[in-house]
């Protein structure tokens, strides 16, 4: 359908902060060393000196931990950023002014005691988590059916439960972080059954640091640096076992005890984990402010480690530093390498955990004293194999006498080829009063997403068929449901096409709460809860029975790939609007057309999973050069389809 052309307006472009070229003063030097240091936790502090540091020294931060501290600098405000760009050319600009972090579903996906609510993973109710077969035991001596409860219970009051996992939960076995003075530095330690233990320098980073200054010490921007350092120059007066256990931590944990604890060892390079915790500096920040106002002096954006403390640092990259080895998910998040083919998913679009070339960091050791990793695996894995959405069923094969009439596939004039009787699964048409006009998407269980401008609130003259191959003719598999309810966006405008989205509620069976029996034919689609999880020139797939460049109706369902076209607005200028998505190819070759609409533009992620990315909405001139189509962008309304459709029918990750 063709719109009336609006008024230009031009876009104000992202604004980049400009570049300093002043150097630091003597006092910002001090504060730096006194609250930012971020060292390097592989670094051997036995061959340095503990006399008071020169001021070249403090300028390269390369100074043990356990040396007497320069003068205190005095509270000031907190840190503004500077205008200048980030030292680190692999941080977008433009990406962090959004402002991501850990907690952004955009990004990354909820761990199991969080759920994505528009945009962000907030607290879930604890009933709302799985039992498991192993028991949560607090450090009050509680106990709960499962860690995601416990965790879920301690997301709400900011405070550490967790002690560890157990069968029985006894007093004896409770895993608590404690930290002891030594100079200017924390030593950590974990009390368990074993006694008092250090943490092994190996696997010690900032991540683990951060966790251990947030608590039990309340720093809330977590810690300025992590290293490692030798027996010999911690404090003499205390009495220190022999023996350290590794510890693995994403950056999220309120406590050590959350985190992966591998069995004690003996100190064999006789190296100790130690945190100094951070303090405000001075004046701006001259290197990468993070999310939460900490100020990175000494930090590495892009490095696969969680240094800001809320994972701002490793949001929005371009590329991994190759120095971390870190890996590069599509969305622009680094991840680290031991989270590659770990069984959880971390990418939104799981291509951590399908190279095989890309295997994970070799481990510690294969004991573990604690592994909470594992019941985020069960849980997730679970909560994922309860939806089976955007597979097709590939074991059902297409018989001729579904169809009596042979057909060889064509291209077609507007670009694309006719499909196999049961290739596209997930698309349903749509009847209005006997004739098809539009297509649909089917969601699962009684679910169908369609565009608004193709449905009234006439639910009584509306059937939806699936399994649908020939526009005027059903085949073995197709059905014909009746519509039970139909749910246009509120704010559908149709004279701008705006929030051109709607449900289509289909009538349950006689004593059941489906709508359909089984038809091995017939797959739901998936529905993406991120407009970050396909991007522009990413390659998806159009279907439908609509015109030809001839104006001439189609028979038969036809597909194409087309391209996902990122700077839409300069081909439709005010009428391209938020909630909206470009698709096709500029030069005119592939294009959905009157009579798709309503059909879907579904894209497959690296692990094989397709969604529904777009409905087919309006668009000028079809199949013309420079006029693309537009589609209402489904995950701009993942709230609103969930809100109305509940939350298991409409996702397969992210719950």
């Known amino acids: 359908m063709v719109l009336v052309e609006k008024t230009d307006s031009k876009d104000k472009p992202d604004p980049i902060l400009e570049k300093h070229t002043d150097e630091k003063t003597d006092e910002q030097t001090d504060a730096i060393f006194d609250g930012v240091t971020n060292s390097d936790p592989e670094s051997d502090l036995e061959s340095q000196s503990t006399k008071e540091p020169s001021k070249a020294e403090l300028e390269s931060h390369d100074v043990p931990l356990a040396t007497p501290k320069p003068k205190t600098a005095k509270k000031t405000e907190e840190p503004k950023a500077s205008k200048e760009p980030d030292d680190d050319s692999l941080v977008i600009p433009q990406c962090r002014h959004q402002n991501f972090t850990r907690l952004s579903c955009a990004k990354v996906f909820c761990p199991p005691w969080r759920r994505c609510i528009a945009g962000q993973c907030v607290c879930k109710m604890p009933y709302k988590c799985p039992r498991q077969d192993y028991r949560a035991c607090t450090l009050d001596g509680s106990e709960y059916y499962s860690m995601c409860q416990a965790k879920a219970i301690s997301c709400r009051s900011n405070k550490p439960i967790f002690s560890h996992i157990s069968t029985t939960c006894k007093a004896e076995e409770t895993v608590e972080a404690t930290v002891e003075d030594s100079g200017s530095h924390k030593v950590v330690m974990i009390n368990t059954r074993f006694g008092k233990t250090f943490v092994c320098g190996r696997d010690w980073n900032m991540a683990a640091a951060n966790v251990v200054c947030r608590n039990p010490l309340n720093v809330a921007r977590g810690a300025a640096a992590a290293a490692v350092t030798k027996k010999k120059f911690l404090d003499k007066d205390l009495e220190w076992p022999t023996e350290c256990m590794s510890v693995r931590c994403t950056g999220s944990e309120l406590s050590l005890a959350e985190c992966t604890i591998y069995n004690p060892q003996p100190i064999t390079n006789n ?17 990468f402010l993070c999310v939460n106002g900490k100020c990175l002096s000494k930090g590495k954006p892009c490095d696969g480690v969680d240094d800001c403390g809320d994972n701002s640092d490793e949001m929005c990259c371009q590329s991994c530093n190759k120095e971390s080895e870190a890996f590069h998910c599509k969305s622009d998040v680094c991840i680290p390498r031991h989270a590659v083919r770990d069984g959880i998913r971390d990418c939104l679009g799981g291509e951590d955990e399908l190279d095989e070339n890309d295997k994970p960091l070799e481990k510690n050791q294969t004991d573990l004293f604690s592994d909470p990793m594992s019941e985020i695996r069960g849980i997730r894995s679970s909560a994922e194999s309860q939806l089976e959405c955007g597979i097709p069923n590939m074991e059902y094969e297409y018989k001729q006498k579904d169809d009596t009439t042979s057909h060889s596939r064509r291209k077609r004039l507007v670009g694309g080829e006719e499909a196999l009787p049961t290739q596209i699964q997930w698309q349903v048409a749509i009847q209005d009063e006997g004739s098809i006009h539009c297509g649909g998407a089917y969601l699962g269980g009684c679910w169908v997403l369609t565009a608004a401008h193709c449905v009234r609130p006439k639910p009584k003259s509306y059937r939806i ?76 797939t159009i279907s439908g029975w609509g015109r030809d460049r001839a104006g001439m109706s189609q028979a038969t369902l036809k597909w194409a790939n087309v391209t996902i076209i990122g700077d839409c607005k300069n081909y439709y200028k005010d009428r391209f609007l938020p909630g909206m998505e470009c698709a096709g190819d500029l030069e005119g070759k592939v294009d959905s057309c009157q009579g798709d609409s309503g059909g879907p533009l579904v894209c497959k992620d690296a692990s094989g999973v397709s969604y529904v990315w777009g409905i087919v909405s309006w668009g000028d001139k079809c199949g013309q050069a420079n006029y693309p189509g537009v589609y209402t962008k489904v995950a701009h309304y993942f709230d609103w389809i969930r809100f109305n459709t509940g939350w298991a029918a409409v996702t397969k990750y992210n719950q």
């Open 271 to 287: 190296t100790v984990a130690i945190a100094k915790c951070y303090k405000e500096p001075k004046g701006e920040c001259k290197k």
């Open 465 to 540: 068929k699936f399994s649908l191959w020939k526009k005027h003719r059903k085949q073995s598999t197709t059905d014909s449901i009746p519509v039970k309810n139909i749910i246009i966006h509120h704010e559908y405008n149709p004279q701008t096409y705006a929030n051109d989205i709607a449900l289509v509620q289909l009538e349950e069976l006689n004593l059941s709460d489906k709508c359909m029996q089984d038809n091995p034919a017939v797959r739901s689609v998936c529905v993406p809860w991120s407009t970050q999880q396909f991007q522009p020139n990413d390659t998806c």
